[in-house]
């Protein structure tokens, strides 16, 4: 197989996909109700890619190079029947098969998820305190929730886990320590990631990014943490290890120290568009083709030619003061 490289050199390895756009959160960051209120339209049923498309794409893609592919929403775990499109995903050769969830629906799903053939999943929980947690998510769940889908996806063998947090001065910023805590030396690793401006929605402000090097600082007093080595070529996550041995930690810094030079992934919407940036402003539409008859050679051809055509680094542009205009909102494409 040649190997697929965008206009920077950049390999396609990672793809994320979308299953819905619903969300039974409305986290201020990503979903913030002012924007997606009660009875705002998602898209209807059969706009939505089915099962079999999203295989067959991603099959597509893995004989182009992909070797992680991600489910994401939305929150996925609101798509009925999941676990078909997983025991259609999981065979595929060489893939890491992992989802990321808000957690609170795993008590339900993971041991149905892991008898498809999940390997992994990704829990976001931005706060301990239930004040800060409802705030943040403007739902009725409480952090209480997220732990139970995390115990349950343990039980289930979907491990190890991952603990997102994205972290936004004046809101959760005090929670940083606490979720270290609570997490350290239990194998689970906490990914504490920079507030990034993702879409339009979110009234995202510099200010109220809190830096990757505050977040390790304020754990570090606490938790004394070295450096790690990536563990591969274009890992997003900083590594940070306990100095008394309880596991590790990762930190995102999107925003301060930008990582586009060797961002791998792709994206899929639910809809079936494909994008090449986590801050795109459009995608390649692979849903029409797919419906229009197009065989796997056209539908290759129409990938390999949008890879070899990427030029995206948003997040180096957003550094040096250059960032462009309007961008597709997270809950479309996923984190």
Excluded at 168 to 194: K, M, Q, Y
Aim: charged share 25%.
């Amino acid at each position: 197989m040649t190997e697929l490289r965008d206009a920077r050199g950049r390999l396609l390895r990672d793809l994320r996909v979308s299953v819905t756009d619903r969300c039974n959160m409305r986290c201020s960051y990503c979903m913030p109700r002012a924007h997606f209120p009660a009875g705002f339209k998602f898209l209807p049923r059969g706009e939505i890619l089915r099962h079999e498309e999203v295989a067959r794409v991603a099959g597509l893609l893995v004989g182009l190079g992909v070797k992680k592919i991600r489910l994401t929403g939305g929150e996925p775990l609101l798509r009925a029947d999941l676990h078909k499109l997983i025991e259609a995903l999981a065979p595929l050769p060489g893939v890491d098969l992992a989802l990321t969830t808000n957690g609170v629906l795993l008590p339900k799903h993971a041991a149905t998820l892991r008898a498809a053939g999940l390997a992994r999943v990704t829990v976001s929980l931005d706060s301990l305190d239930a004040d800060v947690f409802r705030a943040m998510t403007d739902s009725s769940f409480t952090p209480a929730d997220v732990l139970a889908g995390v115990d349950a996806a343990l039980a289930a063998g979907l491990g190890p886990i991952k603990i997102n947090c994205v972290v936004r001065r004046g809101h959760n910023d005090g929670s940083v320590v606490a979720l270290a805590r609570r997490f350290h030396g239990t194998g689970c690793v906490v990914r504490f990631i920079e507030y990034m401006d993702v879409g339009d929605t979110n009234e995202w402000r510099r200010d109220d990014v809190v830096t990757g090097r505050e977040i390790v600082e304020a754990i570090s007093r606490e938790l004394p943490l070295l450096p790690v080595a990536s563990a591969y070529d274009g890992e997003v996550a900083k590594r940070w290890r306990y100095a008394d041995g309880g596991g590790e930690i990762g930190v995102i810094t999107s925003v301060t120290q930008p990582f586009c030079g060797a961002c791998s992934r792709a994206r899929l919407s639910a809809r079936g568009i494909l994008y090449t940036c986590l801050f795109a402003s459009d995608g390649v539409d692979l849903r029409a083709p797919l419906r229009d008859g197009a065989t796997d050679d056209e539908l290759t051809a129409l990938v390999r030619e949008t890879w070899r055509a990427r030029d995206d680094r948003y997040s180096e542009l957003r550094a040096l003061g250059l960032s462009r205009g309007k961008r597709i909102e997270m809950s479309y494409i996923g984190g």
